[in-house]
């Protein structure tokens, strides 16, 4: 049973006014960040990209732009697509609005989950999923697909519905989603400021 990362990045990014998966925390646009973060857990790693992403990213990874049937239905279409793209596989899927997001976070994810469920995603201190922190068993595409078809287009009621795993990270912290320039703009300088304060610590220790 293989597993597939998934790097959903085609959100309209209403509130922030610019593409998220384009954001720079970390000397990379976050669309290449999180795929990095996702490598070292899965067999391959892909991009799923709204149209004008996948003419314009410049990336190693393989990009997925949504089928024409799922169009429009949000991150639910970009899984759909890509359990139809790559059957018989699971899928880790992680959002690129998750700054604090870490692969050992992902992995004690991945080490907590009760792969007999269908599917487990973090859940936040008010009792909702985060869909885009997920893990989704091939197992679930099928019910992924008869939930569309009904007319549902929620992640977070497909969770809902089939009683998915729950997992609290370590630090709430980790499901942080930026969602506005003046987010971003605090987040860029908490991260900044304590890779500052790190190094000061590591040269404060040198001989």
Known sequence: MSLYGLVIC?????????DKSLLVYYRKPQYEHVA????????RVILCCNGEQYKTFR????????LLEFA?????????????TFPGND????GCDYPYLTTDELADFLHNTDKDLPATAFYNQNAFYEPLLGWY???????????FKNGSRSLQRFLE??????????????MLSADTIDDFRAVKQALEAENNFQNGDQSDNQP
């Not at 899928?91 to 992680?94: P, S």
């Not at 089939?162 to 980790?174: D, F, L, N, Q, V």
């Open 137 to 147: 068993s091939r197992s679930a595409g099928n019910a992924l697909l008869k939930a």
């Open 59 to 66: 990336t190693g990874y393989p990009k997925l732009a949504d």
């Open 91 to 94: 899928f880790l899927v992680a």
């Open 161 to 174: 519905n089939e009683h998915a795993g729950k997992y609290r990270p370590s630090s709430e912290k980790t």
């Open 10 to 18: 085609g959100g309209e990014s209403t509130r922030m006014g610019t």
């Open 72 to 84: 429009g239905a949000g991150p639910m279409g970009g899984l759909l697509t890509a359990f139809n």
């Open 36 to 43: 990095d973060l996702l490598a070292p857990l899965c067999e």
